[in-house]
């Protein structure tokens, strides 16, 4: 029998499924175990994918059709691209595969009450929470995924986008066995956002740990992770949970579900584009949670959120992505003064600072 | 002597040079009613034309009676003289002022020879090092100071001139007679006042720099750290401001306790309660309370004690009966009134514990306990000096001044004894001294033909400024303000210049004012506009109070309002820490609040920001 199994549930991963599931599906079963609202959703591992791959003797025809491929050779790699893509998304889910992931889809339909519950298929590496975020981002999500055979056809396209130009020249400029690719993919019930975007748990201006700022726009959250739009920005101090400060944009475009699956992109109707997109019990009750998320992680967090158009509040703020943060948290901390032994230096210091650079101390 | 003139460092901007500041048609003559030393002059004009002046607002906010430029005057030396002479404060030399239409300037001086600095940084290790160092047994040692001049003030006795002499200055010989207890009494009121001053600012420099200090860390640790949160983290829990309102409370409650609340009718005036109160023995009991209560907890000034007509609770005991109906109100609803202490210091911990957490370096968390350390030891003096001095000396000050006053008026001297407040302290000596003189010989005294006309003249004086706007500013305007008492005291900052020189770029009014974030919230509502005490009875339920400055005792009317806005203040101000105690958004040190909101208007005040916006 299989030592590995080819589904997992969000709810039952912790950090060290990493290696199975891929950095973004690991980290949803973190926060929900930490009690965190996360829509439920489950894994398919990177022994699925591995299956997948080596039956019916898939890597092999993969490795014949990147065997000759120059990674420098640009309109050579997209055309190898191209072909491995097909040969991939051609190919059928092994039975055992794709009979789990059919039972696992059901049992979201049962949970949810809906037969077929639209959901978000995304990719879920294991590198992408590391340094290779440039990686990370070329990897897919499709959102509004609705019934069996969708799921499984976004699957394979998930697995399929190992074979990016990007992700090929990647592994060959590092010298990555080229069977080492592997892929988890999450499958994770969709929320009909009314608004969403992105939370950092520091202020990303200047590093400063006790504010948490949250970017919102109406629909779901890729046009403010895409930059598309000018979002609604919160300041929201850490400590107190007071609004700092808020900046309402002018919001134009936001990304919607579309009739019979799918996303799409639309205007704002211009009496909410400049209409607060939040409500400030939403805004703190984002805080929260991003505070207890960071809490939970011992460090600073990037999360991607939404808040669901139907469910009352608070069950409608709920979390999507998370990650560390990067830039500052990798940064040296350095005394923010001069360190003294008595209060009264530190008075003398911050008089004397005041004056021009000559008269300081 | 002048220890160095500085010459700030200054931007092209300029506001109106003092010496173009013109008169206000039918005030012709302002400049009599203050001492010489108070007027800009072509003597000194080079010195006085190249600084930048600002209104103080913030404690002088209406123009000054000739008497009650005592309180500027005693704060003009105690306030500098510690900087100066007493710590030497390495950066800073006093601060100046000046009358401008009989509104309060002042300018602050700063030391920027490093050599200077230097000198005086050694001295104030020395000394301020000694204070910080000692500072709850000198605190300890300055509460028994304070009380006992207060003490003194109240001993004070005003005698009358009596036909003759009582028999025993003959048969005990005291060889001393009325007229000279009548001036030297007055001659220790005045003395009094310039010693509370001493003491006011025994340790306010240091106390502010210390506070100022931890402030500039939280501000450059956590940007954007809101000022009332930096504050929470040091406030103690037992303010002395506070206290009256907490002893209201327990009146209202021991009304319930004794069955008399029923004495406070609505409508009724604290005499009509008090009769009330005095045909049962339960209410004779109550009323006994009340009277130990009143001393000192009553000598709570309806303003901040500036201004003889700032009178006191127990002037006018309306607001605080008015406020222990509304208690003995929301105890019967079963409410808690009281100040829920240990809340407050759970989250005084919790703040601390946490922003301390967020500090990056081992170094960074021991300079900012070492730092909340010091400002905590130094701020109860900080948070409690005021009712000491403003409130319950001057409260007694400005009284027995009104005994000098009647005393005036019956030798026919003044209509009305609160005419005295229309001479300067010197002018009142003089005038005391010509009673004296036509009591001792016996023929009439001039001053009956001679104040009268000065004082009906100088009423309409006063009246006519009253109406003029003081400029917020004066001289050329500098690029960076730095000096620490400006920024802490005043809240005014390099940014509060760039805001008083926008207007006038363009002019009319802003539909947005920026402040001070003072005491966080958001509210809407009507706005009304309270330019001085006298016009407090006219806020209504609901709106939102308007004013210059806005003063701790002002509490009955904080009940009502919804939110606060003032024209001037800092995060230290006494409004901002009554109005968090409160739970009340208020944005303070707008600037133009009062002259840009009109009564009525819709307003929204963000406390969280800092901003206000006129709606309608």
Redesign the interface.
Same mark, same amino acid.
Request: net charge negative; hydrophobic share 40%.
């Given at each position: 029998m299989d030592p590995l199994p080819y589904i997992l549930w969000f709810r039952d991963l912790g950090r060290e499924a990493r290696s199975l599931v891929g950095g973004k599906n690991a980290s949803l079963g973190e926060l929900m175990q930490a009690g965190v609202r996360v829509p439920s959703g489950f894994a398919l591992t990177m022994r699925a994918c591995e299956v997948f791959l080596e039956r019916g003797g898939l890597r092999g025809r993969i490795d014949a059709a990147l065997a000759s491929v120059d990674p420098a050779d640009e309109p050579a790699l997209d055309r190898a691209s191209r072909a491995v893509r097909a040969l991939i998304e051609d190919a059928p889910l092994p039975g055992e595969v794709e009979r789990e992931l059919i039972a696992s889809y059901r049992a979201l339909a049962d949970e949810s009450g809906t037969p077929e519950p639209p959901v978000a298929v995304r990719s879920s590496a294991t590198m992408e929470d590391s340094a290779e975020t440039s990686f990370a981002g070329l990897q897919d999500t499709y959102l509004w995924v609705r019934g069996e055979r969708s799921v499984a056809l976004h699957t394979v396209r998930c697995w399929s986008s190992l074979y990016t130009p990007q992700a090929i020249a990647y592994r060959a400029r590092f010298g990555l066995a080229p069977d080492a690719a592997l892929m988890s993919v999450g499958v994770q019930r969709m929320v009909d956002a009314r608004a969403a975007g992105v939370m950092f748990t520091l202020n990303p201006l200047n590093g400063d740990l006790s504010k948490i700022v949250i970017e919102a726009s109406w629909g779901l959250g890729t046009a403010v992770v895409g930059g598309e739009v000018m979002p609604d920005r919160y300041w929201v101090d850490k400590v107190t949970g007071d609004i700092l400060q808020r900046t309402i944009a002018a919001k134009t475009v936001q990304y919607l579900r579309a009739e019979g699956g799918g996303v799409v992109r639309a205007e704002v109707p211009p009496g909410l584009r400049e209409a607060p997109c939040l409500s400030d019990d939403e805004v703190a009750e984002l805080a929260l949670l991003g505070k207890s998320i960071e809490r939970s992680y011992g460090s600073p967090r990037d999360i991607e959120w939404a808040v669901d158009a139907a469910a009352p509040f608070p069950d409608n703020v709920l979390m999507l992505q998370c990650r560390p943060e990067t830039v500052w948290s990798r940064r040296e901390a350095r005394p923010l003064v001069t360190p003294r032994a008595t209060a009264l230096e530190y008075v003398l210091d911050a008089m004397t600072s005041r004056l021009p650079p000559a008269s300081r101390r | 002597m002048a220890i160095a003139e500085s010459a700030p +460092?200054t931007s092209a901007a300029r506001f109106p040079s003092p010496f173009e500041v013109g008169t206000p048609p039918g005030a012709e003559g302002w400049r009599d009613m203050y001492p010489y030393y108070y007027l800009f002059s072509e003597e000194r004009r080079q010195f006085e034309e190249a600084k930048f002046w600002y209104f103080d607002g913030m404690h002088h906010p209406e123009p000054l009676f000739p008497f009650d430029t005592i309180t500027c005057e005693s704060w003009w030396v105690a306030l500098s003289q510690y900087t100066v002479r007493v710590f030497a404060?390495?950066?800073?030399l006093g601060i100046d002022q000046r009358v401008v239409n009989g509104y309060l300037y002042i300018s602050a001086n700063?030391v920027?020879?490093?050599k200077e600095?230097e000198r005086r940084?050694a001295l104030?290790?020395k000394r301020?090092?000694y204070y910080?160092e000692h500072w709850n047994e000198l605190y300890a040692k300055w509460e028994g100071k304070a009380k006992e001049t207060i003490a003194e003030l109240k001993a004070i006795v005003v005698p009358g001139l009596p036909d003759f002499e009582d028999e025993a200055v003959v048969t005990e010989g005291r060889g001393i007679t009325s007229a000279y207890h009548l001036l030297a009494a007055y001659d220790r009121c005045i003395e009094n006042m310039y010693k509370m001053w001493q003491l006011h600012f025994e340790f306010l420099n240091l106390g502010y720099?210390?506070y100022? $200090?931890y402030y500039?860390?939280c501000k450059?640790?956590?940007?954007?750290?809101?000022d009332q949160?930096v504050a929470k983290m040091v406030s103690g829990i037992d303010v002395m401001l506070f206290r009256p309102d907490d002893e209201l409370k327990r009146l209202a409650k021991l009304a319930l306790e004794l069955g008399v609340a029923d004495a406070f009718g609505d409508g009724r005036t604290p005499a009509q309660v008090l009769a009330d109160l005095d045909k049962s023995a339960a209410g004779k009991k109550w009323v006994a309370d009340l009277e130990k209560t009143k001393d000192p907890w009553f000598y709570f000034s309806y303003g901040a004690g500036f201004y003889h007509h700032h009178r006191s609770w127990i002037d006018d005991a309306t607001l605080p009966f008015s406020s222990i109906r509304s208690y003995i109100l929301r105890l019967r609803k079963g409410e808690d009134v009281s100040r829920p202490i240990a809340q407050v210091t759970a989250e005084r911990d +919790?703040?601390t514990a !946490?922003?301390q957490a967020?500090?990056? $370096?081992p !170094?960074?968390r021991?300079?900012f306990a070492?730092?909340l350390?010091?400002a905590r030891t130094v701020y109860p003096f900080v948070e409690n000096h005021n009712f000491y001095v403003e409130h319950w000396h001057h409260t007694i000050f400005w009284n027995k001044i009104r005994e000098f006053g009647a005393l005036l008026a019956k030798h026919g001297v003044f209509a009305d004894g609160d005419d005295i407040f229309y001479l300067h302290r010197f002018e009142v000596h003089d005038a005391l001294y010509d009673l004296c003189t036509s009591w001792a010989v016996g023929t009439p005294a001039r001053g009956p033909k001679y104040w009268p006309p000065i004082v009906a003249k100088r009423k309409a004086i006063i009246k006519k400024l009253r109406e003029w706007q003081p400029v917020p500013a004066l001289g050329p305007a500098p690029e960076v303000v $730095?000096e620490?008492f400006t920024v802490m005291l005043w809240g005014i900052t390099t940014d509060t210049v760039k805001t008083w020189l926008a207007p006038r770029e363009a002019p009319g009014a802003a539909r947005e004012l920026r402040g001070f974030a003072g005491s966080?919230g958001v509210a809407e509502g009507p706005a009304r506009v309270v330019l001085s005490v006298e016009q407090l009875g006219t806020v209504r339920d609901g709106e939102i109070l308007v004013c210059p400055i806005t003063a701790p005792s002002w509490t009955p009317v904080f009940t009502k309002i919804k939110a606060a806005v003032s024209d001037i203040g800092g995060i230290m101000c006494h409004a901002a820490i009554v109005s968090r105690e409160y739970g009340l958004p208020a944005v303070v040190g707008t600037g133009y609040g009062t002259k840009n909101i009109k009564t009525g208007q819709r307003v929204r005040v963000d406390g969280?920001?800092g901003v206000v916006t006129i709606l309608g």
């Open positions: - | +460092r404060i390495p950066p800073a700063a920027t020879d490093p600095v940084a104030f290790t301020a090092g910080y720099l210390a100022l $200090t500039g860390f450059k640790a956590f940007p954007d750290i809101a949160t +919790r703040l !946490e922003y967020l500090l990056k $370096t !170094e960074d021991k300079a070492d730092q350390g010091l $730095t620490p966080p969280n920001t």
